[in-house]
């Protein structure tokens, strides 16, 4: 969809109510005193409606903004921000209940929680259950394809959905299942998987590990200065509109700086939320990327450990300046954003950075798993570890709930073991869903203010 015609309708609904209020004020000069009395308790009426429903129709080809009253203003689609190969037809957005409803070509529907501003954590004590891409297709299957699931995966996905909808789990979505999901060959396939995620996920989904890392970082040398009130405090679980991507990799939408600051941050959340959905579920398959040499450098190196003929704390050094050297920009540009001067950057030296790595959730768990993998004699990399781990590190650092396959699994719980972290991890969707039951089922424990 194009960021243009929502922006074209975000103005649209700016001038609504404006409109309205003016009318009515040049209405007022023309009665009487106590017709004029009665007007202007019309006109303080009108200060008070609202934008009520957006509705964007592809069959009607125009956008529909409803007010509060019930009033109604059309703006035409021209041109259609509908491409060709998108199965969108319809999206209705409700500002005042936070919610995205799209409609396909098909009939399908997908409710998204949208973020509301100034609305703090909407999280709301909901457990976070981090499904890995293989979890996510196990249950498409359950949803769409009955034969190639089990009674015991099917079960699983009827209660998630149960939890999802009483507002008691999220599922969410990452740019890596986006990624994974359009590259599928089948169209069919990839429509089903891509609804299953959408349709669970609801709009939660995990900001970008590369950010996250950034964060990560940056806040652990705020800490080591004493300075805690400079920390980002980036929620890592969240519904914030261009989560998915760090800026790095996409800047985000532009608006007009004329729009209120309440309709610019709604018109952002609808623009990231409806172009998630759109791409999620395009027909036109996404190409995979050109190769980075991560993998056969990988494998060098734990080949190259292997043969070393030195103790397990020496080889975890090894791995140490390996991870170092590879993250030297991130540490350094983040260093300078949290105020570390040249000087003392050089004095903390290559222990000051582990530091920071090795305390840090999400990169620290990374550090972690590559340490068990180089570690293990005879590992064979494959093309899709470091997504993965990168992935799976994030969401294990700050989920309740992580489901992915054994390979990834098992340095994963290392990991967290050694870091002393609390997130479960499961390899079968039905165990981890077991697991989700009994803790809801538990006792809450009240968490006093020394907690």
């Excluded at 008070?48 to 964007?56: G, H, Q, V």
């Excluded at 309740?400 to 390899?427: I, N, T, W």
Aim: aromatic share 8%.
């Amino acid at each position: 969809m194009l960021p243009e015609v929502d922006q074209a309708a975000a103005e649209a609904a700016a001038q609504l109510a404006p409109r309205a209020r003016q009318e009515k004020t040049e209405e007022t000069t023309r009665f009487h005193p106590a017709e004029k009395h009665r007007k202007i308790a019309v006109v303080e009426n009108e200060s008070r409606l609202s934008i009520t429903l957006i509705t964007m129709d592809r069959a009607a080809s125009c956008t529909v903004f409803t007010r509060s009253d019930g009033k109604e203003a059309r703006l035409p689609l021209d041109p259609s921000p509908f491409e060709d190969t998108s199965v969108v037809a319809r999206l209705d957005f409700s500002p005042a209940f936070g919610a995205l409803l799209a409609t396909t070509l098909t009939g399908d529907q997908i409710l998204f929680e949208m973020p509301l501003e100034g609305a703090g954590d909407q999280l709301a004590g909901r457990l976070v259950v981090y499904l890995d891409q293989n979890q996510w297709s196990t249950l498409s299957n359950a949803c769409h394809d009955e034969q190639k699931s089990s009674g015991e995966n099917q079960a699983a996905g009827r209660k998630l959905m149960e939890w999802v909808e009483q507002r008691r789990i999220v599922l969410p979505a990452s740019a890596g299942h986006y990624y994974e999901t359009g590259k599928r060959f089948s169209t069919d396939k990839r429509y089903d998987l891509g609804l299953t995620v959408l349709q669970y996920s609801r709009g939660w989904q995990m900001r970008d590990p590369l950010q996250v890392r950034r964060n990560e970082l940056h806040d652990a040398f705020c800490h080591r200065l004493d300075r805690p009130r400079n920390v980002r405090s980036a929620p890592v679980f969240t519904l914030d509109p261009d989560a998915l991507y760090s800026p790095t990799r996409w800047t985000g939408s532009e608006l007009p700086r004329t729009l209120p600051s309440q309709l610019a941050f709604q018109t952002k959340a609808l623009i990231a939320a409806a172009s998630s959905i759109d791409t999620m579920l395009d027909t036109e398959r996404v190409e995979e990327g050109p190769g980075t040499g991560w993998t056969a450098a990988s494998q060098r190196f734990s080949d190259w450990l292997d043969k070393l003929d030195q103790d397990s704390q020496q080889k975890r050094r090894a791995i140490d300046i390996h991870i170092v050297k590879d993250l030297q920009q991130d540490l350094a540009e983040e260093a300078a954003a949290a105020g570390v001067s040249t000087e003392l950057f050089r004095q903390w030296g290559f222990k000051g950075l582990v530091r920071a790595i090795g305390g840090s959730p999400a990169v620290g768990l990374f550090r972690e798993m590559l340490h068990s993998r180089h570690l293990n004699k005879g590992t064979t990399w494959r093309p899709n570890d470091l997504t993965d781990m990168i992935y799976l590190s994030c969401a294990a650092g700050y989920a309740d709930f992580v489901v992915c396959e054994k390979h990834m699994r098992d340095p994963l719980q290392h990991g967290l073991k050694r870091m002393g972290r609390s997130a479960q991890v499961y390899r079968r969707l039905a165990d981890a869903v077991a697991a989700i039951e009994e803790t809801l089922e538990a006792p809450s424990v009240p968490v006093g203010p020394a907690q």
